[in-house]
Each structure stands twice: as C-alpha cells, then as structure tokens.
C-alpha cells in the first residue's frame, strides 16, 4: 500500500497536537507510559500505573448503537477507562457520557457474570472549553444518595476537563499545555515529549505516522464515497477532497488517490470550477 512520503507526513504533523486524531491514534495506542502518566495527572494518584491502553477501540451493540472509544486503558488495580478527546463541546454531551460508561459495563461483563464483578470505570472528556459551563477546569460526576450527600458506591465515575481553565502552574495545566502544544521541545512531560520526539522527528516515527493517515484517509473516503454513492450523489466526495485541498498537507494526486476522483476534477475544485 503506497503511503504519504516522508515530507508530506512531516508536513502534515508539524502543527499536530493530541486534540488530533489521527495523530492521537497513534500516540497513546499501546503506549502505557504516557497513558499511565495522564491518568495519574488527571485523578491525582501517583500509584496509578497502566497496564493496557489501546485507541479506537470498538464495542459493539448488536442491533443496537456500537461506540468507538478514543482510549481504552486497564491499570493494575483492575480499573477501566475510557479517554475521550473532544474539541467541540457538542461532542462531550451528557447523555453520550452516560451511554459510554454503561457500554463499557456492557463490554466487561460476561454473559452471566455476576455484577459486583464489575470493576471501577471512568468515562473522561478532555475538550478545548467548558462544556459544563460552570467555569471549573475540572468536573467529577458522581452518583449521591439524595438528601444524605453519601456517595451511592457503584463504582461508575465521570469526569470533564476544561483545557483552557486549567491553572498553567499547575499539574493539570501543564497536562492540557502538552496535549495543545505541536512541539515535542515544549512540553513539560518528559514520557509525553519523548513519545512526541519519536512520532515527530525520528524516520521510523514519522513512517509510522504516514501509514496512519493514509489508513484514516482511505477509511474516512471510503466511508464517505459509499455513503453518497448510496444516495446517489457526489457531493460527500467532493465536499471532504474540498476540506483536503482547503489543509494543505496533501498534495492533489494524493487527494486523487484516496476519493477516487481523477487529477482533473481535483485540480477543477481546488480552482473553484467545481462546485
């Protein structure tokens, strides 16, 4: 499978950061360091160590709606999470919250497994804004017996992030600066600025990183060419070889390639004469 060169990749992550996604895909998959440092940033325990974390992962409903996690990660505890990076607020709604966390019981428990079997979960969302809208950088969603204030003890949390609230002196501030910074040299975090390094400047990194995007683009053309070959139009294909053009990082025959339109058509919409 051809693949992006090493100067179109090296292009195409210069500006990255890990509110990203097909740079963060990459980064925290399997990557246990820095999965164990960011939990540990985010619920303040500095015990917690990662046994397990992988990206985009799949649990599916049956005939009912399937979610894919952003992070899925285990510690040595026994506890599951489920990271979800999102930039716009309407992605982190309430109700997603409370779905993702019973999807993750759903996923864990075996057929006829008994329910104190169920182990500790967060559902976290890290976004660029309040999406609480309460002006706290950070917010834990814990069920409470009414009236009592006592904690209902079902193990289920959920917690959002507010990455332009958090304190920048602070260890949490300095967490959402490295997930927001494109430069591996200015992050604060050693695990985070060498796994940086290693995606960003090393030849193996960045081989990696273009065989990510080609395998994201050509899933996200497909998806997308199917789609409107469904409703039997081409506007979804052109709209999203329009977006590419409109991101600089590709150069047209790329673009070509991956929505299946001709250089020709490309070169017609990067010129305005397609609409």
Same mark, same amino acid.
């Given at each position: 499978?051809?693949?992006?060169?090493?100067?179109?990749?090296? %292009? /195409?992550?210069?500006?990255?950061?890990?509110?990203? $996604?097909?740079? #963060?895909?990459?980064?925290? =998959? &399997?990557?246990?360091?820095?999965?164990?440092?960011?939990?540990?940033?985010?619920?303040?325990?500095?015990?917690?160590?990662?046994?397990?974390?992988?990206?985009?992962?799949?649990?599916?409903?049956?005939?009912?709606?399937?979610?894919?996690?952003?992070?899925?990660?285990?510690?040595?505890?026994?506890?599951?999470?489920?990271?979800?990076?999102?930039?716009?607020?309407?992605?982190?709604?309430?109700?997603?919250?409370?779905?993702?966390?019973?999807?993750?019981?759903?996923?864990?428990?075996?057929?006829?497994?008994?329910?104190?079997?169920?182990?500790?979960?967060?559902?976290?969302?890290?976004?660029?804004?309040?999406?609480?809208?309460?002006? %706290? /950088?950070?917010?834990?969603?814990?069920?409470?017996? $009414?009236?009592? #204030?006592?904690?209902?003890? =079902? &193990?289920?949390?959920?917690?959002?992030?507010?990455?332009?609230?958090?304190?920048?002196?602070?260890?949490?501030?300095?967490?959402?600066?490295?997930?927001?910074?494109?430069?591996?040299?200015?992050?604060?975090?050693?695990?985070?600025?060498?796994?940086?390094?290693?995606?960003?400047?090393?030849?193996?990194?960045?081989?990696?990183?273009?065989?990510?995007?080609?395998?994201?683009?050509?899933?996200?053309?497909?998806?997308?060419?199917?789609?409107?070959?469904?409703?039997?139009?081409?506007?979804?294909?052109?709209?999203?070889?329009?977006?590419?053009?409109?991101?600089?990082?590709?150069?047209?025959?790329?673009?070509?390639?991956?929505?299946?339109?001709?250089?020709?058509?490309?070169?017609?919409?990067?010129?305005?004469?397609?609409?």
């Amino acid at each position: 499978m051809d693949t992006l060169t090493t100067t179109e990749a090296r %292009r /195409a992550l210069s500006d990255m950061t890990l509110m990203d $996604d097909a740079y #963060f895909t990459k980064y925290f =998959d &399997g990557s246990t360091e820095c999965a164990s440092l960011m939990l540990s940033v985010l619920l303040g325990r500095k015990d917690l160590k990662v046994t397990s974390a992988t990206t985009q992962k799949w649990i599916e409903g049956g005939d009912k709606r399937s979610v894919k996690l952003d992070i899925y990660a285990r510690d040595g505890s026994g506890r599951i999470y489920d990271v979800e990076i999102q930039r716009a607020r309407k992605g982190a709604s309430r109700k997603r919250a409370r779905f993702y966390s019973a999807m993750l019981d759903a996923d864990y428990l075996d057929k006829g497994g008994k329910f104190k079997e169920l182990p500790e979960s967060y559902v976290i969302f890290i976004t660029e804004r309040d999406a609480i809208g309460k002006g %706290r /950088a950070m917010y834990r969603i814990d069920r409470r017996i $009414d009236g009592t #204030f006592e904690d209902f003890g =079902d &193990g289920a949390h959920i917690l959002y992030v507010s990455a332009d609230l958090a304190e920048r002196n602070t260890d949490l501030g300095k967490l959402m600066h490295d997930l927001r910074c494109p430069d591996p040299e200015r992050m604060h975090y050693k695990a985070l600025r060498e796994r940086a390094r290693y995606l960003k400047r090393s030849k193996e990194g960045i081989g990696e990183m273009a065989g990510e995007f080609d395998r994201i683009l050509r899933e996200r053309m497909k998806e997308t060419r199917e789609s409107s070959l469904k409703e039997g139009r081409e506007n979804g294909i052109r709209e999203s070889a329009r977006n590419m053009i409109a991101d600089g990082s590709l150069p047209l025959s790329k673009i070509a390639k991956f929505s299946g339109l001709s250089i020709g058509e490309v070169e017609k919409i990067k010129n305005g004469i397609i609409g």
